[in-house]
């Protein structure tokens, strides 16, 4: 079977909640790989970038984001060809984004949400399908806007 990584990054306005999502992931044996910050003062669209390189050359399958409020993670992903990141702060966007949008990186505010909330986030992004059907028509054209300069 196809191994699937995970890829996990933040700036330091979500790393106590990164480090907490890794300690759930590691209890539930989830593989992923941490592509940092430890904690310091960083820029966040470096660790989104490295996180959506990983996704892109397919070293992972899909990435979680974490900043202040999820909303500089998402809009540094969302520059990169074939991430489709959604900033969720609630369980139904989390669902509804892998089911409409196959939303492949779960953008998260560490000051915004709590962990539990954050927590069923991450178990609704990595456990929902993408529904297909007149959904890919619509990703596809997501898809062809990364032409677009
Ligand atoms: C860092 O202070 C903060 O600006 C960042 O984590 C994020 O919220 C940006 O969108």
Redesign the pocket.
């Not at 700036?11 to 979500?14: E, K, R, S």
């Not at 900043?67 to 993670?73: E, K, L």
């Given at each position: 079977m196809e191994k699937k990584i995970l890829a996990i990054g933040c700036?330091?306005?979500?790393y106590e909640l990164k480090e907490f999502i890794k300690d759930m992931l590691d209890a539930e044996n989830v593989e992923y790989k941490d592509f940092g910050c430890d904690g310091e003062p960083v820029n966040?669209p470096d660790y989104a970038d490295k996180v959506c390189r990983a996704i892109q050359s397919g070293e992972c399958y899909r990435g979680i984001l974490v900043?202040?409020?999820?909303?500089?993670?998402s809009?540094a992903a969302n520059k990169h060809a074939g991430i489709r990141a959604a900033c969720c702060s609630d369980e139904y966007s989390a669902k509804m984004t892998r089911q409409h949008n196959d939303a492949n990186v779960l953008c998260l505010?560490?000051?915004v949400i709590g962990f539990g909330l954050a927590a069923d986030m991450v178990h609704i992004f990595l456990n929902t399908e993408f529904e297909g059907g007149r959904h890919l028509t619509r990703v596809n054209m997501l898809n062809a806007l990364d032409n677009n300069k």
């Open positions: 700036d330091h306005g979500g966040y900043c202040g409020t999820g909303i500089g993670m809009m505010g560490g000051r």
